[in-house]
């Protein structure tokens, strides 16, 4: 099945700066690659996602970059803010296959 | 519209009990998806269903099944309880499947003794 390794498990930041967290897969039949965002206490929710036909997404100040040559994909935080604190999953899927793989998660903390 | 919404928020059960939980989807949903999520494990997919049938399953013992009803909601329940069943289990929602937007519940945060 597949295996989604992320990198760092801890990432701290001043406030302003970007924060940079990757991802790598194990399945190159891999089409799907979301980001989801959980804060303290609080569900997962989904911030960007990416297909596999697409090199790179942005939103305001998050991106998504994917390099399915070597099977890895970025999230990119501009700017950060406070409010950026969190813990950041990756994923990926196989369409219909086994659901979503998640990576271990980032803790993102931004010190003021 | 409404969120995702779990029952029971906590439970406690001693081992070899076994445990049934509940997730409403949101309204006009029909893909419901189970995670446990572990600090030591992080976030694992359990299964999915869609219109009543499990779609996908991930890589765990039989002791934990599920189903969904006609009106989308879904049931997990898990069998022969282990102390490692201890864990927040999590349901998602989305219109038709895995690869677009997962609306998560609150959890069920299951304490095993």
């Known amino acids: 099945g597949e295996n989604v390794e992320q990198h760092p498990s801890t990432l701290s930041v001043q406030e302003g700066d970007s924060a940079v967290i990757k991802c790598t897969y194990s399945d190159s039949a891999s089409n799907y690659f979301p980001w989801y965002k959980q804060e303290l206490g609080k569900r997962p929710q989904l911030i960007i996602d990416i297909r596999s036909n697409v090199g790179e997404k942005k939103d305001q100040r998050i991106a998504v970059t994917l390099n399915k040559t070597a099977k890895h994909f970025s999230l990119h935080i501009t700017e950060t803010q406070p409010e950026d604190s969190a813990v950041y999953f990756c994923a990926a899927s196989v369409r219909g296959a086994d659901g979503l793989t998640f990576g271990k998660g980032t803790h993102l903390i931004i010190q003021p | 519209k409404a969120g995702v919404t779990q029952t029971p928020r906590y439970l406690i059960k001693t081992r070899g009990q076994q445990v049934t939980l509940s997730c409403s989807p949101i309204?006009?949903?029909?893909?419901v998806s189970w995670y446990q999520q572990t600090p030591g494990q992080g976030l694992q997919f359990l299964f999915e269903y869609f219109s009543e049938t499990q779609r996908n399953k991930g890589n765990f013992p039989g002791r934990f099944s599920g189903r969904q009803f006609s009106n989308s909601r879904s049931e997990m329940n898990v069998s022969t309880l282990e102390l490692g069943d201890s864990a927040l289990y999590l349901c998602a929602s989305s219109l038709s499947g895995t690869q677009e937007t997962q609306y998560f519940g609150p959890g069920t945060r299951l304490l095993v003794l």
């Open positions: 309204s006009g949903h029909r893909s």
